[in-house]
């Protein structure tokens, strides 16, 4: 009862901010976002912290999200995090400032818990939030959790619900913002191939996982 009251009221203040922020925000596909059951939300990363307000926000999507544990050092975000019931993920790009790759055992194992109870958890596999004019090369986080929770807690009927941003400035007040949701993903044949060759499926899923962001991203030759 307290999570879903702390849900709707993350939920409520990602409007509030990004109502201010933009003009107008437009969401395309919403009927394509898988509303129930355990699924995995993934987005393209162009806009820093701007970018997770659009999954609580718009697509109303009650998840836990994911953050590099660095974040979790700055006292007001810490606070926000927790309310949010964020996960850190440890990057080892991030060890020089005290992130720790092997709490990601304890971080996925959350993940996987939370897939078992039915609920979403968002991600955004690029990584890092960039500038760039085209989705940047995916990690493998999404994938592996997804697969792990079948594995160890399955089955499970975890689906992969991919969107995109676009945004008209990204750091022009009052701009305009786009959401183009895409179809979700069903992993099973990754599963079973994982029985097999888990590596093998890892990169199988990144690689469906990417194919589907860029069908509702921008994508320009550099």
């Known amino acids: 009862m307290i999570r879903e009251a702390l849900d709707r009221l993350v939920g409520f203040l990602c409007r509030l901010v990004l109502g201010v922020f933009f003009r107008r925000i437009e ?3 919403r009927d394509r976002l898988p509303v129930s059951g355990p699924r995995i939300v993934v987005g393209n990363h162009v806009n820093g912290l701007i970018d997770p307000l659009f999954v609580f926000g718009p697509l109303r999507v009650r998840a836990r ?3 590099k544990s660095t974040l979790w050092r700055i006292p007001v975000l810490r606070q926000l995090l927790g309310l949010a019931g964020a996960i850190p993920i440890h990057r080892r790009s991030d060890a020089g400032e005290g992130a720790d790759p092997a709490k990601n ?3 996925f194992a959350l993940c996987h818990e939370a897939l078992a109870r039915g609920e979403a958890i968002s991600i955004f596999p690029e990584g890092i939030s960039h500038d760039q004019p085209s989705l940047q090369p995916l990690r493998t986080g999404a994938a592996r959790i997804a697969l792990g929770a ?3 807690r399955g089955p499970l009927g975890v689906v992969i619900a991919p969107f995109g ?3 008209e400035e990204r750091t022009t007040f009052r701009s305009r913002a786009l959401v183009v949701v895409g179809e979700p993903i069903d992993p099973a044949p990754e599963v ?4 097999a060759d888990l590596a093998g499926a890892v ?3 990144t690689a469906r996982i990417s194919a589907a962001l860029e069908q509702v991203t921008l994508n320009y030759a550099t």
């Open 27 to 29: 969401v395309v596909g």
């Open 65 to 67: 999200a994911l953050g």
């Open 105 to 107: 055992v304890e971080a």
């Open 150 to 152: 079948e594995l160890e």
């Open 165 to 167: 941003l676009v945004f």
């Open 192 to 195: 079973e191939l994982a029985r």
């Open 203 to 205: 990169r199988a899923l």
